[in-house]
Structures are given as C-alpha cells and as structure tokens.
C-alpha cells in the first residue's frame, strides 16, 4: 500500500527517477570563481600549493566522471531526452499501468491507473483491491498475483459490476501481468488495465446479429444443410431436421452423414463432382430423403458447390425445398414428378441419354455409382463427358448409336467392360430417344452390372468342370482298384511262397512296389475326386507343422528358406493328419520347384473369426469360425490362365518327367473332403500364396486330440490264424481268387460268390449264418449295401467287412442309420486283409 497524500490527482507516481537540478550548477560555478578570486590575494610561494591541489582536484574528478559515464551512471542530455519520451509515452497511455515490486510497494503509476485507483481519501489502491466482489474476480486476481509472484505473464478478462469508475452499472477490464527484470536492482511487476467495456459490446451486438441470423435459417420455409466432400453433414437447419424427425440438439454438428438421409447410389452422386479451379456448380436433384423412421420425403435439392484452387470439391450449400402432397398447388403434376424420380433413381439400372457425338446429356444416380461421370448442369450440345471414356472398348457403341441415329431397330445388348484395373462387366442397352428435346438427346442407355454374374457364372462352369473330371477320375480309379488288388494280391502270395535268397524273389518284389505306387496315383485321383477314406482325427495344427518341419527341412533343400509362424492360441480342426501333411509337403515341393535360385518359404497359421471370414470374399466359402494356413513363396509366380487350371489333374508347367499334375489336384480333393476352402493369389514374378482355411472344431469331452493318443500302449502282434466260415462276395474273379486263397491259408472255410445275388441264394441253401461276410460295394445285380439290407432280414447281427476303391462315405449314405459295418479301402495287402477278418470275428 502506499499514501501519496501531497500530490494533485492528475500527477502519476515515479520513485525511480533522480532528477538533477541547476541551482547545484550555479552553486558550483560559484565556488569554483570564489576560489580563484582569493588566490590573487594570496602569494605565489602560498597559492602554487592550493593551484596544484585544485588541479589535482579537477582531475580527478576528470576522471571520475569518464569511469562513471562509461559505466552508465551518468548519462548525457540526449538519453535523458528518450528516457523522458518514454515516460511521457507511459504516463499519457490509455490503459492503467503500474510497476510494484515484490514488496506490494507501487513504484510507478500513470494517470489513467491513478484514476481507477485514487479513493476519496487519496489513497491509491494496488490491483487486488480493485477488483473484489465476485468469486469469479477474485479467483481471477488470484491467478495473475501468482502468475506475478512466480514472474510469469498472465491475462484475463474480468466484469465488475459496478465499473471501477462507478458510473456504468459494470465494465469489462482486460488485466495483464508481465515480468520486468533489472539488470542490479529487484525485479518488478507491470500491471496494465485496459477499459473494453465497449469493445464486449460489440461483440455481443454481433454475436446477437449472429443468432439472429441462424434463427432467420433455422426456422426458414425452406431446409438448409451444408455437405463435405466426404459426405459428412456439417450443417442442417432446424427445418429440415423437423421434416426428418432428429433432435437437432442431438446431432448437432457432424452428426449424421448424408448416408443416413439418402440413397446410397445419390451419395456416391452427390460427392462425384468434378470442376475447374475456383469455379462454382449447381446442381438440382428430385429424390426422396429418408426420415429417422424409414418412411420417405420427397423433395428437390438446389446443390451449390464451390472448388477450390486445387480443383477439390469444397463444402456444399444446399436448399430442400419439401415436396410432400399438400405443398404445391399443382398436386398431379407434382405426384407425377415424384413418382418419375423415385423410378429414375431407385432402379437397379444405370440410365443415361446423349447426343450424337456420345456426349452425356442426363443420367440418374446407379449411372454415377457404375460409371463415376456425370454431366454437369445445363451442358448440353456436345460439352458433356463422353460415355466412350467409360468402356475400354468403344467401338460396339459407336456402331449402336450410329444405328440410332438410322433409325435402325433391334439392336442386341451390348456386353461391355468399363475402365480401370477392376472394370466392371455391364450390358448395356441402346433405344431411340424419340423426338430430340433441346438439350439434343438422341439415344437412351440402359446399363446393367453383370460382374456377379458373371462370376457365378465362372464359377459354376469351374465347378461342372471339375466335379465331371472328379467323375470321371473317380471310376478310372476304382476300375483301376480291382486290377491293383489283384496284382498286389498274387504278389503277396508269391512272396509267401518265396525265400529272400531265391533269384526271383527280387523280381516279385519289384511287381509289388510298382503295383504300390499305381496305387498311390490311385489314390491321389480319389483324393482330386473326394472318394478317398479320411480318418478324421482332432488336430493342432501348429504341433503337426512342427513335427513336419524337419521333414520340409530336407524337402526344400539349403537354397530355400523355411519360415513357420504359429498362431496363438490356435483352433483345433478335425482332419486326417497324413491327409493333411501330404496337402502341406505338395504345397511345398511345388513352392521349391518354382524357386529354381532359392527363396523364402513362409506357413503361416491363424485362426480366422466368422465377421473375418466374411470380408475375405472367399469364393462359395460361408462365414463361419475356421484355422487358416497361408503357404506363401517368393517365387516365380503363375498367369491368370495358368491359375484357372492348376487344380485340373495332370496339368502341369513341370516339364516332362518332373510331374504328374496331380499334387495340386490332390491339395484341392484333400481340403474339400475336409469341409475346408483354398484360396490362391499369385502374380507373376511376385511369388504365389495357397489359403487353406479349415473348420474350426470344438472337442467334445470325450474327444481328445490324437497327440495325446499318442501315448496309448501298443498292443502286441496277434496270431493271424482262426477258424470259422466265412462268405467272401466279389464280382471280380481275379481279387476273389486271391483274398480266398489268403483266407483259405489262414484257416477259413470260404464260401465264395460273384455276386449279392449269388451270395443271398448261398445263405439261404445254407439255413444257417456265416461268421463273416467280405462284401464287394460296387457289384452288377444287387450291390454291397442292398445285399446287406436283405441278410439283416435273414440274421441280424451277421458282421459285414465291405472292401471298396471308393471312399467310406461314398456308400454309407445308402445304409440305415446307425448300421454297424466294417470297411477295408482298396487296394490292400492279403496281411491287412487277414488282419481285420480276425479282429472282427474276435469281437
């Protein structure tokens, strides 16, 4: 606080100044002359003392004063002169200004701080005693005293009410606080205070005109609403927001987005607009607008576009103006316009009219979606794009508008493909416009996407192929079966009959091995066709990689890199884990053969949620729960022609010799046996990338999965000899001859027929039940299944071994549910054979 009581009110406060005075030059100059005048009466031997001294005097003074005006403590008149500038600038200033110290004490104070703090008693008061009231002011003074304290700067704006000068009933003051340091002194504080009572009004005159103004929009005859390029709505009016039932309170500002309001073919044409660098484009749609309800509003857009320098479409302008029944007086032309936007629009067609030189006159929304052009408002006699831009071949609709133009009728649909890397397939129709208007229309287009068409349309042609060449390989296979069993069988009997050391023991063992390895492109045909048995057991996936992983190791070779990444937490599937290793060592003997010069081999496995599968857009594959493994390489990569082909058995790119063309059709019958899909993505040069994705299976309690059947002990060899008579079925005499040899050797009493015809009649000779029936499947007259329909009837727990080339489930539809049989796959050893005679008469 400080008390300045002697001082008239219109002075300010400066205790830093030390000012000089001119009485002390004359006092001085007086001395000086005085001295001089008495060393005149005063001899020479007297005076030459006082000279030399007051000489020594004034040089020392001489002196002082450089060191002093060279240090800054005296300075010269012109210095004196700014300084006195600036506080003039200061006291004269509009805005309160006060210098205090850390002490509270006031140093400085000009006029205008003076009367915002002068009280009746002469007692100038310090900024925290002006503003009090309020817990708002005084919260605010707070900060900027602590802001002072802590030598910061701070700002705010404060009303009191009354005003510090007390004539208005408040007043705005905007308050600062700034540091001032001086170099050997304490720091000090500027306060400034500056009266914007005037200039708050202001702003609330505008921002009042401002609210005027929306409310004049909000509750205009007419809705508003205002559209980024995106689509989003940054603005609509309480008007429009009233015809669509929203709370304009809820969604505000970027609430909705003009999907949620419109068409989806409209916004794609609402947010297509092309234009030239700072021009402006208006365009009017009819439409209907859709409510929060669902229900429609039919009304006609004024859509006013600005772009920008850059060419970019900038925020939209839109008038609404509602087209409901009851709003215009014209009600039938009105209803009919409606109804004619609503077809126009809402149809599945892409629908546009042009001139002759192909030039588009009007289109309607689907057109946009499809071909992402439209005209612009007001273009007509050839200043439209062009809908030859829009197809990468343009000649069959040139020859269609030139025949048009003829007058010339029935003119065929035209399948076309439109521009870009994905062009879309599109039929499209051309038709007369009839009597040409004036914006020059001289034919109507009608254009219809196809592209899913004609993919379904590939795809089942794909799938007739290959499930005819499944058939086909499918009965080779069997048919081949027969021969292969007897082969494999006489050798077996052969070698029984043979020591290791006879000469041709060697050569009986050839037969056999070359019989084995028909029988595995037998197999591999089965697999293509899904005809082969599977043996479906409960896998993780990533531990049967992991086992198989030394395997690929030697199979790839030093040139290739084997990177195996596993999925956490990975699903089990259910699957026949040598199926399933045979899918994986294909995939990558055929990666390492496309990699002549080395590369990386990446599996990889993932499980892949149903919401996931659903983006994938994999080919006929339903969105469900499945473990995905990704066999991806870096090599030389496959065409889209090669692509269409590789799952066909016996193409190949291996040259002679070096391939069957069955490894990938033995890949593509594996995974769809197993309920699963395969992908494939590959571009040349860019490598090739195999997805499997197979069910996920969740175990039941009674399921395990087979590692950890793994540990089972095994049992011990048993005798292969028995008794008892058995009733071997099989139209082949070959097979049969054999396997009732092999029977017969062991003990059996074979009964033999050629066919279910045969052998029911042996049955019925017989009036008693045999203890085993080994039945053929595929028989002419009565077939295995049918045949054991019949003996159910005779002798109902008679126990059956059907042997078959085709698959278990390929017959076992035919069967009641739940009959109980055995099955034994073709072609199979004489010891396999003996061995599931024994173990199902033991049971």
């Known amino acids: 606080m400080a008390h300045q009581g002697d001082m008239p009110k219109s002075s300010t406060i400066d205790r830093s100044d030390r000012p000089g005075h001119f009485g002390w030059v004359l006092l001085l100059a007086a001395l000086l002359a005085g001295a001089v005048m008495s060393l005149r009466y005063l001899g020479s031997e007297q005076a030459q003392p006082l000279i030399l001294g007051l000489l020594a005097f004034f040089a020392m003074a001489g002196v002082f004063f450089l060191f002093a005006w060279a240090i800054g403590v005296i300075q010269f008149a012109g210095q004196t002169i700014r300084n006195d500038i600036t506080k003039l600038m200061a006291d004269t200033a509009g805005e309160g200004l006060a210098v205090i110290d850390d002490d509270g004490r006031i140093i400085y104070a000009n006029e205008a701080y003076l009367s915002f703090a002068r009280s009746d008693g002469d007692e100038v008061r310090p900024v925290e005693r002006l503003f009090m009231g309020a817990p708002e002011v005084s919260e ?125 073919n409209v916004v794609a044409m609402m947010t297509s607009f092309t234009g030239d660098p700072g021009t402006v484009r208006t365009e009017t749609f009819d439409l209907d607008l859709r409510r929060r309800n669902g229900q429609f509003l039919p009304v006609r857009l004024y859509h006013h576009i600005a772009f920008g320098q850059d060419g970019r479409m900038g925020a939209s302008r839109t008038l609404v103006i509602n087209r409901s029944p009851g709003v215009e007086v014209d009600e039938g032309q009105r209803a009919a316009e409606v109804r004619f936007v609503r077809f126009f629009n809402n149809t599945p067609i892409a629908i546009a009219t042009v001139n002759r030189a192909g030039r588009i006159v009007h289109a309607n929304a689907p057109f946009s979606k499809l071909f992402g052009t439209l005209p612009r408002t007001g273009e007509s006699g050839g200043d439209g794009p062009s809908i030859f831009e829009s197809f990468r071949e343009s000649g069959p609709l040139e020859a269609a508008l ?172 259910k ?107 590959s571009k040349p040069g860019q490598g090739t990338t195999f997805s499997i994705y197979l069910p996920r299976h969740i175990p039941d309690i009674q399921e395990a999965p087979e590692e950890a059947k793994a540990d089972a002990p095994k049992k011990p060899a048993a005798d292969m000899t028995g008794q008892g008579t058995i009733l071997l079925v099989e139209d082949e005499d070959p097979v049969r001859a054999v396997n009732a040899r092999a029977l017969s050797a062991r003990g059996y009493t074979v009964l033999e027929a050629a066919s279910g015809i045969e052998a029911l009649e042996i049955i019925q000779e017989r009036g008693a039940p045999v203890d085993l029936v080994v039945s053929d499947v595929v028989m002419p007259e009565m077939d295995g299944p049918t045949l054991l329909g019949e003996l159910r009837k005779l002798y109902p727990d008679l126990k059956v071994i059907f042997v078959s080339g085709y698959a278990e489930e390929a017959f076992r539809k035919n069967l009641p549910e739940g009959e109980d049989f055995n099955f034994l796959p073709k072609p199979f050893s004489l010891r396999q054979l003996v061995e599931t005679v024994k173990q199902v008469i033991g049971r």
């Open 140 to 264: 605010a003074i707070y900060r900027l005293a602590q802001a002072a304290r802590e030598h910061r700067t701070g700002t705010e704006e404060i009303r009191l009410s009354p005003s510090l000068e007390g004539t208005q009933e408040f007043g705005w003051y905007r308050v600062r606080v700034r540091p001032m340091p001086r170099s050997g002194s304490r720091n000090v504080t500027l306060w400034s205070i500056a009266d914007i009572t005037h200039e708050r009004e202001r702003q609330e005159n505008v921002f009042q005109e401002l609210q005027h103004a929306i409310d004049y929009l909000d509750h205009a005859p007419a809705g508003f609403l205002s559209i980024d390029p995106d689509g989003s709505i940054v603005y609509l009016n309480a008007t429009l927001a009233t015809w669509l039932d929203y709370d304009l309170a809820q969604v505000g500002s970027g609430g909705l987005n003009l999907a949620d309001i419109v068409p989806r």
């Open 402 to 573: 030139k025949a048009v133009a003829e007058n010339r009728g029935d003119i065929a649909p035209l399948e076309l493909q439109t521009v870009g890397e994905n062009g879309s397939s599109v039929r499209v129709w051309v038709t007369p416009a009839g009597d040409t208007g004036a914006d020059g229309e001289t034919a109507i287009l009608y254009a219809l996407d196809t592209t899913d068409f004609r993919k379904v349309e590939e795809q089942l042609a794909q799938s007739q192929k290959m499930n005819a060449v499944g058939q086909l390989a499918g009965g080779v296979a069997h048919d081949f079966n027969n021969v292969l069993q007897a082969i494999i069988g006489y050798s077996d009997l052969l070698l029984a009959n043979h020591r290791p050391t006879d000469p041709s023991f060697q050569d009986i063992m050839q037969i056999k091995q070359n019989a084995n390895r028909a029988a595995s492109l037998v197999r591999q045909l089965l697999a293509f066709s899904r005809r082969q048995t599977l043996r479906p057991e409960v896998l993780n996936l990533n531990d049967r990689l992991y086992d198989l992983s030394m395997l690929l190791k030697r199979l790839l070779g030093e040139r290739v890199e084997l990177d195996l990444s596993h999925g956490r937490d990975l699903w089990f599937v």
């Open 575 to 681: 699957a026949d884990v040598n199926q399933f290793e045979q899918v994986v060592v294909n995939l990558a003997v055929n990666a390492r053969d496309a990699m002549p010069d080395g590369g990386k081999l990446a599996i990889r496995t993932a499980n892949v949620s149903a919401q996931e599968a659903a983006r994938l857009n994999v080919s006929a594959m339903p969105p469900a729960d499945y473990v995905l493994v990704e066999v991806s390489d870096t090599g030389i990569g496959m065409t889209s022609e090669v692509l269409d082909k590789i799952f066909e058995p016996f193409f190949t790119t291996k040259e002679v010799g070096k391939g069957t063309g069955l490894g990938l059709s033995t890949v593509f019958g594996i995974v769809k046996q197993s309920g699963g899909y395969i992908d494939v993505n």
